[in-house]
């Protein structure tokens, strides 16, 4: 079991940047894929960013790439997503997740733990 707590959103104006924090709590974080997701009303929670227990394979969406970077200490228990170049298109609840299924770290649908969301907007 996989308890997870976001923090770091915020309001940023375009161009800007914010790092979110993923605390994890749980003897067996290391074991975990963990990956952070975005979700709008209306709209399906998309993969950002996602990363191997091992930090070994990471995955970051096409809208992302070249600006955001997923990071992790396990012995920290602690992933982060620094959000560089923010656009006002990247506005969403950032939720950070967990799956003990390395294998499908991209696949939202392994995901079984997820943090309560931090909320990100960006303005124009």
């Known amino acids: 079991q996989v308890q997870l707590v976001e923090s770091g959103g915020g309001l940023v104006q375009a161009g800007g940047s914010l790092r979110l924090s993923c605390a994890a709590s749980?003897?067996?974080?290391?074991?975990?894929?963990m990956g952070w997701f975005r979700q709008t009303p209306g709209k399906e929670r998309d993969i950002v960013a996602a990363?191997?227990?091992?930090?070994?394979?990471?995955y970051y969406a096409d809208s992302v790439k070249g600006r955001f970077t997923i990071s992790r200490d396990n012995s920290k228990n602690t992933v982060w997503l620094q959000m560089n170049s923010l656009k006002p298109e990247d506005t969403a609840v950032y939720y950070c997740?967990?799956?003990?299924?390395?294998?499908?770290?991209?696949?939202?649908?392994?995901?079984?733990?997820w943090g309560q969301g931090t909320q990100v907007t960006v303005s124009s």
């Open positions: 749980g003897r067996t974080f290391s074991n975990y894929a």
């Open positions: 990363i191997t227990w091992n930090g070994k394979n990471i």
């Open positions: 997740a967990a799956t003990g299924i390395g294998s499908y770290y991209y696949l939202r649908q392994y995901y079984d733990y």
